[in-house]
């Protein structure tokens, strides 16, 4: 995560946007007057046909990310010091509010860090670990924390572990003892040390990234892609002879460069028969303090995931392999306003959190390609939850993910939406009821993601079921708030979920959207 380069070039994807939605979700505008106002206030419509399936919506789209950054390791997820710390070291707060949450798998230990950090540094006895110069944030590392830590804490939290090993710093060696050390039974030497350090039984970790941002000049250890490439195959070969049930996901561009494409094309060739992701990041941010500009910027994130599919299409005519290769966006989120000064602790409105379901709307209609998302991060550094020695309270940004973690799950749905559009600057024909839609065939439920990106004006839709019949009750969950720049404090939620119910039946309903709003629609559908 660069600050200066995360936060440009984004527009790049302008000409990619529009064709990009419709790949995913058909929009059809409404004929508009001078003015952007529509001829008549008809009603937007979103059809839904159950047998028209993307794909299986994959529980790790909804994961997390912490780093040795900050406050989010240190004072966040451990503060031994805390009257709420357990007898590890652990906030009690933090870690129900992680299970709250609902996140499946959970990356560590970076990011920037992991491209200087020596994992044997962080295990054996904590008065025996060296303090080291964390060089990505310019801090004191204590190695209080290490993987065995990390591991406890993913057990206590309920999240499937996920390892981004060092290829900045870092040895071939090091990546194939740290599999040794975590996934061994026992009976070689790492194996053998884990269990003297209290873990008898191997900690089967099954996901490892090859490395992070390796493609960022502020990296330590930056690479070019055919460089990265030798290096990370050669990782990949001796982690996967350790144990060859790992899955392996590969370092794609961190951000839109001049030649991001050529970057992934190039890792994908080399890493084609090893790699089981590539992976993906991105940020955004309101930098141009303009509403409808901010809530366009996932279009982008569409056009990228549309592009690197096709690269993975490209590449796979070319390898031995069966297996499909996906794609993990492992770290995504809003940020644009804390920096390093502030150690990232972003504080969120609801704008803000629009702009999150806005990437999760985009990583569901893309379940087909999309397995793993890893929000960055996940407490106090531009995080969902914040902790301090006061209480635990959540970001704006924590309610659209614990609404998504918790209920859409199923089959992704091809949703037909029809709504006014509006343009903002490069962005064009940008519809302001952003949709994705799920079916749970086991309940037969069907769950409706609905953005109305309008910052002034509720939208009457018409819910239209192409097959199959509505029944009972319909639950509305709705986030929303005063006004789009609240936020919440410790003392007091402005923006939260308000839950009611309305009667459906038939093939069809109607619902209006308010502003500023995201709403999740969960209803029978026989």
């Not at 529509?38 to 994959?58: H, V």
């Not at 789209?61 to 406050?71: A, K, Q, S």
């Not at 509010?97 to 992991?114: D, Y």
């Not at 054996?124 to 060296?130: A, D, F, L, M, T």
Request: with cysteine.
């Amino acid at each position: 995560m660069k600050i200066s380069q995360k936060f440009a070039g984004l527009s790049l994807f302008s000409r990619l946007a529009g064709a990009a939605v419709f790949f995913s979700i058909m929009v059809v505008p409404l004929a508009q007057m001078e003015g952007g106002q529509s001829q008549a206030q008809k009603a937007a419509r979103i059809k839904i046909d159950r047998d028209r399936t993307i794909g299986e919506i994959d529980p790790k789209i909804y994961g997390n990310f912490i780093e040795h950054l900050g406050r989010c390791i240190y004072g966040g997820i451990y503060d031994p010091a805390s009257p709420l710390a357990d007898e590890d070291g652990f906030r009690k707060d933090v870690i129900e509010a992680t299970r709250r949450l609902n996140v499946t798998i959970l990356r560590w230990p970076g990011g920037n860090f992991v491209s200087g950090y020596h994992w044997e540094d962080g295990i054996g006895p904590k008065e025996s670990r060296p303090k080291r110069i964390d060089l990505a944030w310019g801090a004191i590392e204590p190695n209080l924390v290490g993987t065995d830590e990390y591991i406890r804490f993913c057990r206590k939290a309920g999240a499937e572990p996920y390892i981004c090993i060092n290829l900045g710093t870092g040895t071939w060696n090091e990546a194939r003892y740290w599999v040794e050390y975590c996934n061994r039974e026992s009976g070689t030497h790492y194996a053998d040390l884990r269990r003297k350090n209290g873990a008898d039984k191997p900690y089967q970790v099954t996901y490892w990234a090859l490395g992070n941002e390796m493609d960022g000049s502020w990296q330590m250890g930056h690479r070019s892609a055919e460089d990265y490439g030798k290096f990370a195959l050669e990782a990949a070969k001796m982690m996967k002879w350790v144990d060859p049930k790992i899955k392996l996901v590969a370092c794609g561009s961190s951000h839109f460069g001049a030649d991001w494409i050529g970057w992934n094309r190039t890792v994908l060739s080399y890493l084609k028969d090893y790699a089981d992701y590539i992976a993906l990041h991105t940020y955004l941010g309101d930098w141009t303090k303009d509403y409808y500009t901010f809530m366009a910027r996932t279009t982008d994130v569409d056009a990228r995931i549309k592009v690197t599919e096709s690269l993975i299409r490209e590449t796979m005519l070319k390898s031995r392999r069966k297996e499909p290769i996906y794609i993990a966006f492992d770290e995504w989120n809003v940020w644009y306003r804390a920096g390093v000064k502030e150690a990232l602790e972003e504080t969120y409105n609801l704008e803000d959190a629009l702009v999150v379901a806005l990437f999760l709307n985009t990583f569901v209609r893309n379940a087909h390609i999309v397995k793993i998302a890893n929000m960055a991060q996940l407490v106090n550094v531009i995080a969902p939850i914040r902790a301090d020695g006061n209480g635990m309270w959540l970001q704006t940004i924590y309610h659209p993910l614990y609404l998504f973690a918790n209920h859409c799950a199923g089959k992704s749905l091809d949703v037909f939406v029809e709504s006014e559009t509006y343009d903002a600057g490069d962005y064009k024909s940008v519809p302001y009821l952003d949709v994705s839609a799920a079916y749970n065939a086991e309940k037969k439920e069907l769950v409706l993601n609905v953005v109305n990106r309008h910052k002034d004006k509720e939208i009457e839709a018409e819910i239209i079921s192409q097959e199959g019949q509505f029944s009972g009750k319909a639950v509305i969950e709705e986030v929303n708030g005063p006004d789009i720049k609240a936020e919440n404090s410790l003392a007091e939620q402005k923006v939260k979920i308000s839950t009611r119910e309305m009667p459906v039946s038939g093939s069809r309903f109607r619902y209006r959207f308010p502003a500023h709003s995201f709403t999740m629609v969960k209803a029978k559908l026989n």
